[in-house]
């Protein structure tokens, strides 16, 4: 949002600022004051304008102004109605130098998951993809694939859902005690780099928000059908909050992501691309490997597709 937008939208949140306060605080004319209310009301937010001057009365949809009023995180959000694939647009982005730059979409068409497979993003879910340009090597990119996972689940959790994490990165709802759950979000990270540099990561979150059970595949949750319909922008919010406390202290991330995991202690088939191991999940390394005990001791994963057995 426009630097003095959002100041004219942080001071009439607190009660009425006059037109000419505005003006004298922001140093701009008072037309301009006039057209910059005007254009913030077109963003969706709801300004009355009173004898003591104007006044927010209520934030209004889901879009990127409205996102990013309130936002405790330095991203600037572009959103869409309907896109192809978040992910597709933060590439674009990335290559072209943007930092810390979100897009998030109320619908894609062309979602993308893990392993080329399709994600389902129909209106109702909250689909974004982050633009980092990060001073880390290659081997701690996994770190920001997991500090998502560790955003989304908390922020569930807060909304009242029994979020976990299933190595690597699904977000996920236990069924029973055996290990089984539902699927609740995904993510989906890109990165360009060199051998010793990130040069930059589109870190692509998908979270089934407000979804019935009608619109999710087969194995899937939502956050409506684990608990209620939450407010996408309130929600957007803070898991960008949380991804952001956690990228900018590395450590905390893989302490986090233990205390959230469903994983640990299963029985799991992993494959991966020297090929399929089975036994215990006992454990994640400093970079979110996976340290599986077999019959043949210790092995770890970096990269794979997880099966709880
Ligand atoms: C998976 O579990 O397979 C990862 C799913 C990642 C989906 C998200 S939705 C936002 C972003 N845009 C995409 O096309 N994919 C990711």
Redesign the pocket.
């Known amino acids: 949002m426009n630097e003095t937008r959002r100041a004219i939208i942080e001071a009439i949140a607190d009660g009425p600022v006059s037109g000419p306060e505005l003006a004298e605080r922001l140093e701009i004319s008072r037309a301009a004051v006039w057209k910059h209310v005007d254009a913030l009301r077109a963003d969706g937010f709801e300004i009355e304008g009173k004898a003591d001057g104007y006044e927010l009365t209520a934030v209004g949809p889901y879009n990127g102004p409205t996102v990013e009023f309130g936002l405790e995180a330095p991203f600037e959000v572009e959103y869409h109605d309907s896109i192809g694939?978040?992910?597709?647009r933060g590439r674009e982005l990335a290559t072209e130098g943007a930092a810390d730059v979100v897009v998030l979409a109320d619908e894609?068409v062309?979602?993308?998951?893990?392993?080329e497979?399709e994600?389902s993003?129909p209106s109702g879910g909250v689909?974004?993809?982050v633009v980092c340009r990060p001073t880390i090597p290659p081997a701690e990119a996994p770190l920001y694939t997991l500090a998502a996972s560790v955003a989304t689940a908390r922020t569930a959790r807060e909304a009242g859902v029994d979020a976990r994490i299933k190595w690597p990165?699904?977000v996920v709802v236990p069924v029973g005690e055996d290990g089984d759950y539902r699927?609740l979000s995904?993510?989906?990270t890109e990165m360009e780099g060199e051998t010793d540099r990130v040069e930059w990561l589109v870190v692509?979150?998908?979270v089934n928000a407000n979804l019935e059970a009608e619109d999710l595949p087969e194995g899937s949750t939502s956050v409506s059908e684990e608990a209620n319909d939450v407010d996408r922008r309130v929600f957007v919010q803070r898991l960008l909050e949380e991804f952001e406390s956690l990228r900018s202290d590395l450590e905390t991330v893989v302490p986090a992501w233990r205390d959230l995991a469903l994983t640990l202690g299963q029985r799991v088939r992993v494959d991966r691309p020297g090929g399929t191991l089975e036994g215990e999940a006992v454990d994640v390394t400093d970079t979110g490997a996976l340290v599986v005990r077999t019959d043949e001791g210790r092995t770890t994963v970096s990269a794979g597709d997880c099966e709880h057995l």
């Open positions: 694939s978040t992910n597709d894609q062309g979602g993308r998951g893990r392993l497979r994600w993003s689909w974004m993809s990165n699904d699927k995904g993510i989906l692509g979150i998908g």
